[in-house]
């Protein structure tokens, strides 16, 4: 089974910790694929291949910096993973039922990596936050989406069961690029005219935390199902 790390938890975001205080250098080096943000939300974050890119309010990609700092970030590597095909999928919910299916351990996280042809894709990213850093939800309030052409390109991303919420999204949370390195971001919506699928349960996984001021004194609640989905999906 893959094996996981976290660099930060999603309660610290609904916290408002915004900051970042681990470099993409360090992430990238322990793993394949990846997601996430960057230092105060700019952006959004995919990692394929240990190359970390940041997609702005624009929704192109940029290699990132190995130096700059992220405060939440997933990565792993995948060890035996099952691959299946996929097409004609119509929309997210589609897309989430078949992969639902495909869970072998509902109870554990599961890292997945789609390749292939994507016909419309609804992605949006954030831009850099400004202290007193805004709620979560004030954030995506304010998001940029983008309504993608067709594309040849990759999304990666993870599934969190309900019992992990305070440490992660629950469901599927995914990130896209595409092979040309125009587009991409966090996926809200996308259809799918094939695809080739590969995704493995976690055995598990190792969670990295900040040592710093603001991590101690922050309040962190575990029930943050309902702030992140509606931050999420928009």
């Not at 202290?131 to 969190?160: C, I, N, R």
């Not at 999204?169 to 595409?178: A, K, P, Q, R």
Request: contains cysteine; proline residues 6%; negative net charge.
């Amino acid at each position: 089974m893959a094996r996981i790390v976290k660099f930060g938890t999603i309660n610290m975001l609904t916290a408002g910790l915004f900051d970042g205080w681990i470099s993409i250098g360090e992430i990238a080096s322990r793993g394949e694929i990846g997601l996430g943000s960057f230092h105060a939300l700019d952006g959004e974050m995919v990692m394929l291949d240990g190359e970390v890119f940041r997609m702005g309010t624009d929704a192109v990609p940029h290699p990132v910096d190995p130096t700059t700092t992220t405060p939440f970030a997933v990565v792993g590597a995948f060890e035996t993973p099952e691959s299946f095909e996929l097409a004609d999928c119509e929309d997210w919910d589609a897309l989430a039922t078949q992969l639902d299916a495909r869970l072998v351990d509902p109870n554990r996280p599961a890292m997945i990596r789609i390749r292939g042809r994507f016909t419309r894709t609804r992605a949006r990213s954030v831009p850099a936050q400004s202290k007193p850093y805004p709620s979560l939800g004030e954030v995506a309030a304010h998001q940029t989406v983008h309504e993608l052409p067709a594309f040849e390109g990759t999304m990666v991303g993870f599934h969190f069961p309900e019992y992990l919420q305070a440490i992660d999204v629950v469901g599927w949370h995914l990130h896209v690029i595409d092979d040309d390195r125009r587009h991409g971001g966090h996926v809200l919506d996308v259809s799918i005219e094939r695809a080739t699928v590969t995704i493995e349960p976690v055995g598990g996984f190792e969670v990295l935390l900040p040592d710093d001021p603001a991590f101690r004194e922050a309040t962190l609640v575990a029930d943050t199902h309902a702030e992140v989905q509606r931050a999420e999906r928009g």
